[in-house]
């Protein structure tokens, strides 16, 4: 992992050492006594403390949001993706053994909980429990979005597993927003597994706030690979103002997200909710600041579309 922890702090630059006469003391000059010493010591803390405040409290340049998906069928990968440091967004797929106590435990920790909604995928695999299908009546596709969104406490919105063939198709779309749109406050969030998702233009119709992936971490899983991923994520977010990425819980992806996200503040970087991405965009108030929200001057700029890259969840067994 040797790889990985030179990518993290390397965004640290250390200062060169001083010689040894930087520490002498003129012959002529009488030493200050005890007491002066250590005033003069709490005086050099303070404004070192002074400094390291003014740059923490710097305003970012960009704002990035982040979510691991798949949560739910291990307990150990669900509690280390929930102490993530940060507002990381858990996404909890239905009918899984952990989905209840990670969705209480990832509230307790700040976090926003997704359903992490399985959907009829393209190439025919199993999306798992819960699953939503083309071949659905409207009713049956309402009873299972409705058991899917009560089975997960705390929901705060929704993003698609796997679902490249049912987010491509308008019609039970439809049928997902308006159930979005009569719970009232859920957000939407489209996985973008296949380039011809309706998913965006479908929450808009319906006044559901929706945000799309930009970038996936781990279809590597490889530290490496998540620490190219997460620097194209920034790049992205610098020249937009913000983006979003969705990872997984491998065990090279929450290694690197622990090293990396505390030291985001040094590329004037902050990790943020998905809510306060979706008040970026809409112009609203942010939590931290009094009036509308003053996002990065490039926000919404258009970006060259990126390649669409297949979603790396796992089928279910």
């Known amino acids: ?17 001083a010689s040894p006469a930087a520490f002498e003391r003129p012959a002529a000059r009488r030493p200050f006594s005890t007491g002066v010493q250590a005033a003069l010591l709490l005086l050099a803390l303070f404004a070192a403390g002074c400094a390291g405040a003014s740059a923490a409290l710097a305003p970012p340049s960009a704002y990035i949001g982040i979510i ?17 440091p940060g507002p990381v967004a858990c996404a909890i797929l239905p009918g899984t053994p952990y989905a209840a106590l990670l969705a209480r435990m990832a509230r307790r920790h700040g976090k926003e909980v997704l359903l992490h909604l399985p959907m009829e995928p393209v190439a025919g695999l199993n999306p798992g429990p819960g699953a939503l299908d083309t071949a659905m009546s409207r009713t049956l596709f309402t009873l299972t979005l409705d058991a899917d969104l009560d089975s997960i406490p705390g929901v705060a919105g929704v993003n698609n597993h796997m679902g490249s063939l049912l987010t491509s198709r308008t019609i039970p779309m439809e049928w997902l927003m308006r159930t979005l749109s009569q719970r009232g406050g859920l957000f939407f969030v489209d996985s973008r597994t296949i380039a011809a998702s309706v998913a965006a233009r479908t929450a808009a119709a319906y006044r ?11 279809d590597v899983p490889t530290a490496g690979a998540v620490e190219r991923q997460l620097a194209l994520l920034l790049r992205i977010a610098h020249r937009r103002g913000y983006a979003l990425a969705i990872g997984h819980p491998h065990s090279a992806t ?5 090293q990396w996200l505390p030291l985001l503040a040094l590329r004037r970087v902050r990790l943020v909710p998905l809510s306060t991405l979706l008040a970026l965009r809409s112009g609203r108030a942010l939590p931290w600041a009094p009036g509308p929200a003053r996002p990065p001057g490039a926000v919404g700029q258009a970006l060259p579309r990126l390649p669409d890259q297949d979603d790396p969840s796992l089928a279910w067994p």
Do not use: W, Y
Not at 68 to 84: C, K, M, P, Q, T
Not at 208 to 218: E, K, N, W
């Open 68 to 84: 691991i998906d798949d949560l739910g069928n291990s307990r150990h990968g669900g509690e280390l993706a929930v102490r993530l």
């Open 1 to 17: 992992m040797s790889g990985s922890r030179v990518g993290a702090t390397g965004l640290l630059r250390q200062s060169p050492a």
């Open 254 to 258: 929450l290694d690197v997200l622990r």
């Open 208 to 218: 559901v706030p929706a945000l799309s992936r930009d970038v996936f971490l781990d």
